[in-house]
């Protein structure tokens, strides 16, 4: 239950950023506002101040503000504040407010994210294979216990402390004895790409709404077979299921101490060129709690907010380019639900995370060229701007229908396919093939 609040409290704070940003946008480009509502339905509090009407719905869920004119299905208006005579820039400028504050927020939730005290999963600091420059330093079995004299807590926080602009000093453990090596100065994605750690084939996280999800696998699974190969590790097992022959793989599973066996489809990764995926993580065994300096978790906090952003717009891409994965893709409040679930049992820090990456959702989402969403009064802005006239308010009408009629199907059909991951989720059995 207190999952289900927390996620309705998000994206209610998330749209009302995004309404607020709209706002006062308005009001600095001098475009009457006639109600600025926080939440739907009937509202609980209400308040008439230089003729705007505030109001607290007692749905929060979001809220909306409604400006002069704003309806092209309402009489056309003389009105000088009105949002119909605004110059084309001023309407860019309001349109867009909404996004850009959703951006602004993300930065800031993720700025204090990485400000407080994060559990941070990750592998044992151990050896699993090396090659290249590495292969006549490291051995399978090395377990890395310091570097330059700090100790080590796991394999990302080895690499966290290794410095680029010198050697580096590593203390190990090799068949029980305790050795000190020097690691040449060498760039980290080049050690991250040659050097890999031990990592056994135990499922982290299951994607909600992916292949894995829908066949019931969990976390903790041990995947012992890939076909009819058996799997030596997590990286041997991820290139037998990319690199599958067919369109999907059957997969020996050990639960507890039992074997099962499950045949997955393979759905193709928006985010790689005709890879395959099922949707697991590596299962992560050591756990620690780590925090940022302020100058550090500023910078962290803009990094992750626009690689974020440039993430999600090459999938769009992706996705707009393939658009029979399209259909794979959606998801609705179950999905929605099941991710904030997961951040939230890692604690405050990932949940924040998890809020900064939905409010960049809304703003990716928001900004698409859709009539009656905010990209498409930036599309119209744009075209009256480039003809010297705003396009006909019976015609803005027309293509604004077309656009909420094409979000509402939209949404009817992420509904079904949440519907529909939860039912194959819950039919499932990992001891029926």
Partial sequence: ??????????????????????????????????????????????????????????????GYVRMKGEDPESGQTADP????????????????????????????????AFLLPGRVEDHYPVVGQAGGLFEQILAPGDSILSVNGKPVRGWYDFAAELVTDKPNQIIMERRGLRQTLTLPQVRLEELLEQVQPAVSSAVGEVSPGLPAWNAGLRTGDVIVKVDTVRVRDWFHMRELITGAGGDS????????????????????NPMSDGRRMIGITQLMPVSYVQSYKPGEAVKNGISATLGFV?????????????PHQIKDSVGGPVMIYSLSSQSARK???????????????????????????????????????????????RVQAILQNIGLALLLLLMGYAFYSDLKRVLLRAMSSLGRP
């Fill in 1 to 62: 239950m207190i999952n289900i609040i927390l996620a309705l409290v998000a994206l209610g704070v998330l749209v009302t950023v995004h309404e607020t940003g709209h706002f006062f946008a308005a009001r600095l480009c001098g475009v009457g506002v006639e109600v600025f509502s926080i939440g739907f339905g009937r509202p609980i509090l209400k308040l008439k101040r230089k003729g705007i009407e505030y109001k607290i719905g007692w749905l929060p869920l979001g």
């Fill in 81 to 112: 504040d009105s949002f119909q005579l605004a110059r084309w820039w001023k309407k860019i400028v309001i349109a867009a407010s909404g996004p850009f504050s959703n951006f602004l927020f993300a930065a800031l939730i993720f700025v204090i």
């Fill in 249 to 268: 793989v059957k997969l020996t599973i050990l639960r507890g101490a039992a074997l099962h066996e499950k045949t997955l489809p393979l759905q193709q």
């Fill in 310 to 322: 440039a993430v999600n717009y090459t999938a769009l891409y992706q996705l707009v380019s393939r």
């Fill in 347 to 393: 604690g405050v820090s990932n949940w924040l995370m998890f809020v900064a990456a939905i409010s960049l959702v809304l703003m990716i989402m928001n900004l698409l060229p859709i009539p009656v969403l905010d990209g498409g009064h930036v599309l119209f802005a744009l075209i009256q701007a480039v003809t010297g006239k705003p396009i006909p308010r």
